[in-house]
């Protein structure tokens, strides 16, 4: 039987598929103790048991987007908190390659972060 997670994926057309498909690796192999749920009826990661970080697809634009839950505590430059309190994300074009530094940066600040 397929989970809801795997179903939210295979919902999706090219290039958006490949694209959350691809962030998914990504964030869940930085990590060992980053693990993916289905929460709000979208992918969410958890670190260490707590809510993280998890991916949406904008309904303006229609693009993707990483979203960070202690997103008011980090600096990034390619963070945008816009009217957000607390998260910030990182818009993903899916029609480019992932920006893996800025992504592999900003989910190393997000964990250094949650282990203060």
């Known amino acids: 039987m397929i989970s809801k997670l ?3 994926y295979l919902s999706k057309d090219e290039p958006l598929r490949s694209c959350l498909l691809a962030l998914r690796d990504v964030i869940a192999g930085h990590d060992r103790q980053i693990t993916k749920e289905w ?3 979208f992918p969410f990661f958890y670190y ?3 809510m993280f970080c998890y991916t949406r697809i904008d ?3 229609g693009q ?3 979203g ?3 997103g008011s505590l980090m ?3 390619a963070l945008i908190q816009e009217n957000r309190s607390k998260i910030k994300i990182l ?3 899916p029609n480019a390659d992932l920006p893996m530094q800025y992504i592999s940066d900003i989910l190393t600040q997000a964990i250094a972060i949650r282990n203060k």
Request: aromatic fraction near 16%; glycine fraction near 4%; proline fraction near 12%.
């Open 39 to 41: 929460k709000f009826n």
């Open 75 to 77: 600096s990034h430059p």
């Open 59 to 61: 309904k303006k634009t």
């Open 68 to 70: 960070f839950m202690d």
């Open 48 to 50: 260490k048991g707590k």
């Open 64 to 66: 993707p987007y990483l």
């Open 91 to 93: 818009p993903i074009d």
């Open 6 to 8: 795997d179903k939210y």
